[in-house]
């Protein structure tokens, strides 16, 4: 939401404060911490954490100003007779089911990578908008961008950072947003950790689901989810730009196209719309900036700033992404929004050119 005020003008200015301070109490272990207990106050907490004391007061005093945490008081309990103000802290329900290690929704792995690369590559910004694609191209990205994605140090990373995304925002899209079953066969290209090609498979078990990627992403999402692949999903490596893909009923492309620029999506939708079987599908499932979104989608405006100094992407309107795959024989292209998720999704036929 744009500023209002000065003060509004400020706190925008020393907003990297909020994610530094979620950031810290992570680290330290605040939030694991303060799962499932009753109320703590800032003494026990950093006794037990090891940090000082005043200093975590004011922290947690920002995480309760954020929403992460609630505080309580408890004047009869004599172990809070010396802390300043008699606060207990403790999760919030936000904070439990997102900042904590052992929640299935848990969005840790995102701060993390946005801990480890994200701050580093954002101070590049100014130059990637006054010089674009040269200056990414040279200086960030590298010829074997892609390849370098997952390597033995940043496995636990760049992957885990989009299995939160699959888990929060992109897998309840797919299976909410539209009915699939009239579809047999199915490919989630792009797929990387698998998990919307689990889901979809589970959910539809008629199916016979194929996650394609990279050929090191695939023998990775092997490794990991060896136990947990469903019977009727099949992993396949290669490049989308160049190999044959499967060709099925139904193409899922889960935050594919905003990593690229129009003549490369180009290629993708072209690729895809040949592998598509007659009478089949696409669906794309990424966050659609649309005017007259603002100023509520602020989270819009900042992945769509996040995917410039990242890859030098961009968020589509959901008439930029129909113009695309209307280009390719793709109709009946109809938009489900999502309203504050990080997921919409466009569900389009193929265009059956004998008829």
């Not at 589970?202 to 990279?214: A, I, R, S």
């Not at 099949?234 to 009923?249: A, E, R, Y």
């Not at 180009?266 to 079987?277: G, Q």
């Not at 649309?290 to 990242?310: A, F, Q, R, T």
Request: aromatic share 8%.
């Amino acid at each position: 939401m744009a500023a209002a005020t000065p003060t509004d003008v400020w706190c925008q200015i020393h907003s990297f404060l909020t994610s530094q301070a979620i950031m810290s109490a992570h680290k330290l272990g605040v939030f694991d911490y303060l799962d499932e207990k009753d109320g703590l106050c800032v003494t026990d907490v950093s006794t037990a954490l090891g940090s000082h004391v005043r200093a975590t007061k004011q922290l947690l005093d920002f995480m309760v100003c954020l929403g992460y945490l609630g505080t309580k008081k408890e004047a009869t309990d004599a172990s809070i007779a010396s802390s300043e103000d008699g606060d207990l802290y403790f999760n919030t329900e936000i904070t439990s089911k997102y900042l904590t290690t052992n929640s299935p929704l848990t969005l840790l792995p995102i701060l993390t990578r946005t801990r480890d690369l994200s701050y580093s590559t954002a101070t590049d910004l100014l130059s990637v908008v006054t010089k674009g694609a040269d200056f990414f191209d040279t200086n960030i990205k590298g010829k074997d961008h892609w390849a370098k994605t997952v390597d033995a140090n940043t496995e636990t990373g760049f992957l885990c950072s989009m299995k939160s995304y699959c888990q929060v925002w992109q897998i309840p899209a797919v299976l909410n947003s539209f009915d699939l079953s009239p579809f047999t066969s199915v490919c989630d290209l792009g797929g990387g950790t698998g998990d919307v090609a689990y889901a979809v498979a589970e959910k539809y078990p008629h199916m016979q689901v194929t996650m394609f990627d990279l050929p090191h992403i695939v023998e990775l999402a092997e490794r990991k989810g060896s136990d947990s692949i469903p019977s009727n999903v099949s992993l396949k490596g290669g490049d989308f730009f160049t190999d044959d893909l499967p060709q099925v009923d139904l193409y899922i492309l889960s935050n594919i196209i905003h990593d690229w620029p129009d003549h490369k999506a180009d290629t993708i939708l072209s690729n895809v719309y040949k592998a598509v079987n007659p009478d089949g599908a696409i669906l794309v499932v990424e966050l659609f900036l649309d005017k007259g979104d603002e100023p509520g989608n602020i989270h819009g405006h900042m992945l769509n700033m996040l995917m410039l100094y990242k890859v030098f992407g961009r968020q589509l309107s959901g008439k930029h992404m129909s113009d695309l795959l209307t280009k390719h024989g793709f109709v009946d292209i109809q938009i489900k929004k999502n309203p504050h998720s990080m997921a919409n999704c466009l569900l389009a036929k193929k265009l059956d050119k004998t008829d």
